[in-house]
């Protein structure tokens, strides 16, 4: 049960620590950005270990099942419930139960802590494509706790 | 293989974010007191969740015990190897493969870069201590990489 316990709680804390370091700014913009940094290269170094071994991604798409299946499953021991594409460099993944944000309670008024807890993962889906080659803007959304959306815009060269 | 991986790779960046973030102060004696912190509250965190459905521990050896087997592969995936005291409230934690140490090379001349990868575990075994109700002073040992000990000196009230 608490094979994910030490990743979410060091998590939580990196969050508190820069929040508070932070304390007295102004621009709270700044924190999101250093999560989003460290995802990115926790994302970059997982990717790495993750691919050591694995064929050659085939396509666009090819990448992005390997994100949403192992990927997933190596930071957040479940795989991501739905992905759709536009099949124009736009990639919608849906976790349904995510696992940052299921010890927030559920009420609307949690809502607007919600992105601090997603800033790092957005980076860390940015790390792991960029180190495949691909680069792109990742954002998220959530509409109902501890559901939510990353949303993955390809950048083409 | 890279169940760990998520964890190994967040700690590191948690270090490297610490260490950069404070670059021109002179005191890297507060960095280490800033992981130490951050492990402390893990380790806190952590065994609260690993001890909700366990029976009340006999003593204090039955708890170092707890931490030695489940805390220990909770967070490290393996077991302490090596477990001695003096039956004195001093007890040395041998791990022959500390995880957070294993990405270092094996020479000599990074010995000195093992603290700062020691601050935040040392932290984590006061935090799980201290939330049993056992004050304690936990320092670490390098001598070959990436073997390392732990001591913990209990606190008598």
């Given amino acids: 049960m608490a094979d994910e316990a030490p ?17 007295g700014e102004t621009e709270s913009g700044r924190n999101v950005t250093k999560l989003e940094n460290i995802g990115f290269r926790v994302g970059q170094g997982l990717i790495e270990r993750l691919t050591k071994d694995t064929a050659r991604f085939k396509d666009e798409l090819d990448i992005m099942k390997f994100i949403c299946k192992d990927f997933w499953t190596c930071v957040f021991k479940k795989q991501i419930d739905n992905l ?45 494509l960029s180190n495949l080659g691909v680069k792109s803007i990742v954002t998220s959304e959530v509409s109902v706790m501890p559901s939510c959306k990353f949303q993955v815009m390809i950048q083409k060269a």
């Fill in 7 to 23: 990743f979410q709680l060091l998590h939580s804390e990196v969050i508190q620590y820069i929040y508070k370091s932070a304390e």
């Fill in 84 to 128: 759709r594409t536009n099949h124009q460099g736009i990639y919608v993944l849906q976790d349904n139960k995510f696992g940052l944000l299921s010890h927030l309670s559920v009420g609307k008024q949690y809502l607007e802590h919600a992105p601090k807890y997603l800033a790092f993962t957005c980076g860390l889906v940015r790390g792991a």
